[in-house]
């Protein structure tokens, strides 16, 4: 069964540190995997994409890390901002079908506190 | 920013009444999609569509309908609304690859009384 597995399910940091969020999936056959943040009370938006042949992707403060062999992948924010409060969602596409389902994760709610 | 839009964004309505929640892009995609979400759950596919007079059932079962009569518009009906169907409702559109991104609409909280 395809699944996306995030961890931890919730975190608090304070401004200005660093924090990494945690992605494993069983998503088979593997075409990509993004990074979407999502506001609270908004649509989700795209931060990074990785196919199989990459390892890492950065935006901004935003690293996202892939190792397709362990099916696993981090996003690291570097030097949070109170504006990164907001849930951080692993999507993954299979390539099994023209659709290109997506397969989501229930998210891991990121709080800054100043 | 997507041009992707969603109304109306928040709607509150009693047991049994007809409702449509209205998506449209500006941004020529082919393909449409509406999501649902629960809080702190993760989306489920509900409807999609490649394209004009093209419409599926997703993953998850609904007893809503869609309709795709023009490539910006994507409505989505429920005949009669039921508490059962309080939920965030989210669209999204993207270009007809399999891999392209998916842009979001912000999304239609409803609550049914």
């Known amino acids: 069964k395809n699944q996306v597995e995030q961890s931890p399910q919730s975190l608090i940091i304070l401004e200005g540190k660093n924090c990494t969020l945690q992605?494993?999936?069983?998503?088979?056959?593997?075409?990509?995997l993004r990074w979407y943040k999502q506001d609270t009370g908004r649509g989700p938006v795209s931060l990074t994409i990785?196919?199989?042949?990459?390892n890492t992707k950065s935006n901004g403060r935003y690293t996202a890390t892939l190792d397709a062999d362990t099916k696993q992948s981090s996003l690291h924010i570097t030097a949070s901002q109170l504006s990164d409060s907001a849930s951080y969602i692993c999507?993954?596409?299979?390539?099994?079908?023209?659709?290109?389902?997506?397969?989501f994760g229930r998210g891991t709610q990121l709080t800054v506190w100043p | 920013e997507a041009d992707i839009y969603q109304t109306p964004r928040y709607l509150v309505i009693g047991t049994g009444k007809k409702i449509t929640l209205e998506c449209s892009q500006t941004?020529?995609?082919?393909?449409m999609y509406w999501y649902q979400q629960d809080p702190g759950m993760e989306l489920h596919l509900i409807h999609y569509?490649?394209?004009?007079?093209?419409?599926e059932k997703g993953d998850l079962s609904s007893e809503s309908t869609v309709s795709r009569i023009r490539t910006e518009h994507f409505p989505l009906t429920l005949e009669s609304a039921r508490p059962s169907h309080t939920s965030q409702y989210l669209c999204?559109?993207?270009?007809?690859?399999?891999?392209?991104?998916?842009?979001f609409g912000p999304g239609t909280r409803l609550t049914v009384l």
């Open positions: 999204a559109s993207s270009k007809r690859g399999s891999t392209d991104t998916q842009y």
């Open positions: 992605c494993n999936y069983t998503v088979s056959p593997f075409s990509n």
């Open positions: 990785m196919t199989f042949s990459e």
């Open positions: 999507v993954v596409s299979d390539r099994g079908s023209t659709l290109g389902r997506l397969y």
């Open positions: 941004m020529g995609h082919d393909k």
């Open positions: 569509s490649y394209g004009v007079n093209s419409t």
